[in-house]
């Protein structure tokens, strides 16, 4: 299995809503990433898991909460979004740790709107 | 600081024509390079890579070349096709190793 899985496809939330992004691989990759991508715009990295330690949070915003159930799961869960959250949500592993400079798989990505 | 970017936002090209995508990077973003391609609605996807003890990587259809001197890389696709036709991205390891910096991205446009 070399392939990074998202759960769901598409996602629309109103702006007090409770939801979860969902990422999962079989790769026995040890480091984890999520990116936010806006259109027409490079993936800006979020969150890295390492080891299932989070080691790096880009000073992203408490409405946004990763979690590292376990090695090959990893999820993203979304609180009091506001509509400028609305972007295509991409999940990413990699071999060994977060240090190791190694090819990054991407998942296909979670569109969410937040309204 | 470390920065990787693009030189052209978009580039369009005639089926079976070479195309050629350019990098550049600032000093610190210096060890490992991998170009994605991304297609619409789609995550991105790894086209080649390459290390900085190298000046040039092929894959299929693809070359990558890389210039430490003036700290430039370059995506070169032979006889490109329609289905060549997405975003394509450039993406170094700083220094420090931490994470993956991504350039601006260039959209690439083959007309048959």
């Known amino acids: 299995d070399t392939e990074v899985t998202q759960t769901p496809k598409h996602l629309v939330m109103g702006m007090t809503n409770k939801k979860s992004l969902k990422c999962e691989q079989h790769?026995?990759?040890?480091?984890m990433y999520w990116y936010k991508q806006k259109a027409k715009k490079p993936p800006e990295l979020m969150f890295v898991?390492?080891?299932?330690?989070?080691?790096i949070n880009e000073s992203v915003p408490s409405r946004f909460s990763p979690e590292c159930p376990n090695s090959s799961l990893l999820n993203l869960h979304l609180h009091a979004l506001q509509p400028e959250d609305s972007a295509l949500y991409l999940c990413?592993?990699?071999?060994?740790?977060?240090?190791?400079?190694?090819?990054?798989?991407f998942g296909p990505g979670t569109r969410l709107t937040v309204l | 600081g470390e920065s990787v970017g693009l030189h052209l936002p978009t580039l369009s090209v005639q089926e079976g024509d070479n195309s050629i995508i350019n990098c550049a990077y600032s000093?610190?973003?210096?060890?490992?390079f991998i170009w994605y391609k991304q297609e619409s609605g789609k995550g991105p996807q790894f086209i080649i890579d390459?290390?900085?003890?190298?000046d040039k990587r092929q894959g299929q259809r693809v070359t990558v070349l890389l210039n430490k001197t003036v700290k430039h890389l370059s995506l070169q696709i032979a006889a490109t096709q329609p289905g060549d036709s997405a975003v394509y991205f450039c993406?170094?390891?700083?220094?420090?190793?931490?994470?993956?910096?991504f350039g601006k991205g260039t959209t690439l446009s083959v007309s048959s």
């Open positions: 000093n610190s973003a210096s060890d490992y």
């Open positions: 390459i290390r900085s003890n190298m």
């Open positions: 990413a592993s990699s071999q060994g740790g977060a240090g190791a400079q190694n090819e990054q798989f």
């Open positions: 993406a170094g390891w700083g220094q420090a190793g931490t994470a993956l910096i």
């Open positions: 790769m026995g990759h040890r480091a």
């Open positions: 898991y390492s080891y299932e330690k989070l080691s």
